[in-house]
């Protein structure tokens, strides 16, 4: 199935509301998708596989333990988007970077948690370092102890994946998840084919940002992901990544590999019209029930 399409759908019928911002990236989406003079192109099969894979082998860990992860349509249009387009010439990905950013209790812990076991397990690249960073090492270890409480509710990740110490380790194919902070004294050497950020705005060091992001400089088809709330504190590289993805939104700035998704208010008095709150909170809201 096309999410993005269904998601568009969706939102032109009025079923769900977006900001313009959402509504103007996934509409840029779908026209490119149907657009066979670019140099990437649309494959929805590779774009399913990480959605098929979260929602087959991942389970929930809290609430109704062991239960399969059902992901919405606003994740999934998202996860489509960003493993579905490919290059022509090579049928590598076209985004290596994304900026997701939407409002608290929207499930971007585990969300990036299965996105990242996909990445370890099953998208096809030998000895993969997936890491989830952060100043500090207890926010980069919220990613990888959801990860590791998927692992734990599911036999099948169980019987191919260890839990170390400090990571999780597939000996299949040498492959590998652990959380990083700016004071790790493992930041020089990495390979990453996965970077994480959850909470970009508590990211107070920009050398972190830019060590991990130059550690993926030699992989195939790499991935930085950046889930965040727009936060209270914010210095230096959220501000930086923000007005960049909205320059690349916007089309001022050209980077095909990069996809921002910006989850927020048009207009900041929109707060007080409870029939807004969705553009900033699009997990399965619907004002009439409240």
């Known amino acids: 199935m096309n999410y993005i399409k269904e998601y568009i759908k969706?939102?032109?019928?009025?079923?769900?509301?977006?900001?313009?911002?959402?509504?103007?990236?996934?509409?840029?989406?779908l026209k490119e998708s149907d657009n066979k003079s670019l140099p990437f192109y649309f494959?929805?099969?590779?774009g399913n596989r990480p959605i098929e894979f979260i929602?087959?082998?991942?389970?929930?860990?809290?609430?109704?333990?062991?239960?399969?992860?059902?992901?919405?349509?606003?994740?999934?249009?998202?996860?489509?988007?960003l493993f579905g387009f490919v290059y022509r010439d090579t049928g590598l990905r076209r985004f290596n970077e994304t900026m997701f950013l939407v409002g608290r209790k929207n499930g971007k812990t585990t969300m990036l948690s299965a996105i990242a076991l996909y990445m370890m397990i099953a998208d096809g690249e030998g000895s993969a370092e997936c890491y989830s960073v952060?100043?500090?090492?207890?926010?980069?270890?919220?990613?990888?102890?959801?990860?590791?409480a998927m692992r734990s509710q599911s036999p099948e990740i169980r019987a191919i994946i260890n839990k170390r110490r400090t990571d999780m380790y597939m000996p299949s194919t040498f492959s590998s998840f652990e959380p990083l902070s700016s004071d790790s004294d493992t930041l020089d050497g990495l390979n990453s084919h996965l970077v994480i950020i959850d909470e970009l705005h508590a990211i107070k060091d920009r050398n972190l940002y830019e060590v991990m992001k130059q550690s993926t400089s030699s992989r195939r088809q790499p991935l930085v992901v950046m889930i965040t709330t727009a936060g209270t504190v914010r210095e230096c590289i959220f501000d930086d990544i923000y007005d960049y993805a909205n320059n690349v939104l916007e089309g001022t700035i050209k980077n095909d590999a990069f996809l921002p998704v910006l989850y927020e208010l048009d207009k900041t008095e929109e707060w007080k019209d409870i029939k807004c709150w969705s553009k900033a909170n699009p997990r399965n809201w619907n004002y009439k029930t409240i």
């Open 10 to 29: 969706q939102i032109d019928k009025g079923n769900i509301v977006v900001g313009k911002k959402v509504k103007k990236i996934y509409k840029r989406l």
């Open 43 to 46: 494959d929805e099969e590779k």
């Open 55 to 81: 929602e087959t082998f991942c389970k929930q860990a809290e609430g109704e333990i062991g239960k399969p992860i059902k992901l919405e349509l606003f994740q999934k249009a998202y996860i489509q988007a």
């Open 134 to 148: 952060a100043t500090k090492k207890d926010q980069a270890s919220k990613a990888f102890k959801s990860a590791c």
